[in-house]
């Protein structure tokens, strides 16, 4: 099995944090340039897929869908899922900015796997249904295509890894979210997962594990 994990392309809320206090975050529409990434981003998604027809199973947020339309890709793909559990992270009330920089701040403080937003969720959280999606994902049949394509965010595709690789809650806080319209590989050869390439990664894991 082949996974090709897809963040989607520049939002609002990636531009203007105060976004997300006049208009809910699953309705956070691309920026221009978002759209000009995710249709830049086609054909290279499309030159991976080199002829199969994978399944293609997208957070149902406006973002993510914007981005996979503006792949131009619907030839190419044997189904499309929308997929609530791949959803980016619950944030509860963002309307007042000023409590959302509260926040922000004590989940870095605090962890942020283990914080859990009021209203909202913890990485923790993220990680359970992402490991409901991987574990439905791994009992799909043999008519389920071999390749399969993720739109869905930054948190989410990290928690998706470390879930598949079984990295401690350590590495996954020290690793960065991909960029906007960034991807990763992962395949399967028997049952060893390997990743394309590593996460950008702002400081040293604290109990020294590495992405290797």
Same mark, same amino acid.
């Given at each position: 099995m082949r996974i090709i994990? %897809?963040?989607?392309?520049?939002?609002?809320?990636n531009v203007d944090?105060?976004?997300?206090? $006049? =208009?809910?975050?699953?309705?956070?529409?691309?920026t221009e340039a978002g759209r000009e990434q995710?249709?830049?981003?086609?054909?290279? =998604?499309?030159? %991976?897929l080199d002829g199969e027809r994978p399944a293609?199973?997208?957070?149902?947020?406006?973002?993510? $869908?914007?981005?996979l339309r503006l792949l131009d890709i619907s030839d190419?793909?044997?189904?499309?899922?929308?997929? +609530?559990?791949?959803?980016?992270? #619950?944030?509860?009330? %963002?309307?007042?900015? %000023?409590e959302q920089e509260v926040q922000k701040q004590r989940r870095h403080e605090f962890g942020h796997f283990f914080y859990r937003l009021p209203f909202g969720e913890s990485g923790a959280d993220v990680d359970d249904r992402v490991a409901a999606f991987l574990s439905e994902l791994a009992a799909c049949g043999e008519n389920h295509p071999k390749t399969v394509l993720v739109v869905s965010h930054g948190l989410? =595709?990290?928690?998706?890894? $470390? $879930?598949?690789?079984?990295?401690s809650i350590e590495l996954f806080e020290s690793l960065s979210n991909p960029t906007?319209?960034?991807? @990763?590989?992962?395949?399967?050869? /028997?049952?060893?997962?390997?990743?394309? @390439?590593?996460? @950008?990664?702002?400081?040293?894991? +604290? #109990? /020294?594990?590495?992405?290797?």
């Amino acid at each position: 099995m082949r996974i090709i994990l %897809l963040r989607h392309a520049e939002s609002l809320g990636n531009v203007d944090e105060l976004a997300y206090t $006049r =208009i809910p975050d699953h309705a956070l529409p691309l920026t221009e340039a978002g759209r000009e990434q995710a249709r830049l981003a086609g054909p290279e =998604i499309e030159a %991976l897929l080199d002829g199969e027809r994978p399944a293609v199973y997208v957070s149902p947020y406006l973002r993510t $869908r914007e981005t996979l339309r503006l792949l131009d890709i619907s030839d190419c793909y044997e189904r499309v899922v929308p997929e +609530p559990r791949l959803r980016e992270q #619950d944030w509860g009330n %963002l309307q007042d900015p %000023l409590e959302q920089e509260v926040q922000k701040q004590r989940r870095h403080e605090f962890g942020h796997f283990f914080y859990r937003l009021p209203f909202g969720e913890s990485g923790a959280d993220v990680d359970d249904r992402v490991a409901a999606f991987l574990s439905e994902l791994a009992a799909c049949g043999e008519n389920h295509p071999k390749t399969v394509l993720v739109v869905s965010h930054g948190l989410t =595709i990290r928690l998706l890894c $470390r $879930r598949l690789f079984g990295w401690s809650i350590e590495l996954f806080e020290s690793l960065s979210n991909p960029t906007t319209c960034e991807y @990763r590989v992962l395949e399967r050869d /028997g049952d060893k997962w390997t990743l394309d @390439r590593p996460f @950008r990664q702002w400081r040293d894991s +604290p #109990d /020294g594990e590495t992405q290797d």
